[in-house]
Nanobody, 120 residues
Framework: QVQLVESGGGLVQPGGSLRLSCAAS????????MGWHRQAPGKQRELVAT???????NYADSGKGRFTLSRDNAKNMLYLQMNSLKPEDTAVYYC??????????????WGQGTQVTVSS
């Protein structure tokens, strides 16, 4: 079994910062692409940013210049540093990873999400 567990969400004022973390655990052979998606109330889930196993990042326009994605391959961790947060960043943030497991091969895994609320 593989689990992705997010942490670091919360309530922050506009202009503030948060750092989200995602821990992958279980029977993991390797992890390829990882990323964050978010879903605001009444809206579809959207991409925030992705990162390859080699560290190549891709950001949605909404987060460019404000968000920084990084990963620790040795620890199977993913991080999202979010600065200059805006009310429109309010959403549930989901961690996503493409993971190779010995039993099932390559699979797409999601965490349960962490709430980020930007409000004064």
């Amino acid at each position: 079994q593989v689990q992705l567990v997010e942490s670091g969400g919360g309530l922050v004022q506009p202009g503030g910062s948060l750092r989200l973390s995602c821990a992958a655990s279980g029977s993991i052979f390797s992890i390829t692409d990882m990323g964050w998606h978010r879903q605001a109330p009444g809206k579809q889930r959207e991409l925030v940013a992705t990162i390859t196993s080699g560290g190549v990042t891709n950001y949605a326009d909404s987060g460019k210049g404000r968000f920084t994605l990084s990963r620790d391959n040795a620890k199977n961790m993913l991080y999202l540093q979010m600065n200059s947060l805006k009310p429109e960043d309010t959403a549930v943030y989901y961690c996503n990873a493409a993971i190779w497991t010995p039993r099932y091969g390559l699979g797409d895994y999601w965490g349960q999400g962490t709430q980020v609320t930007v409000s004064s």
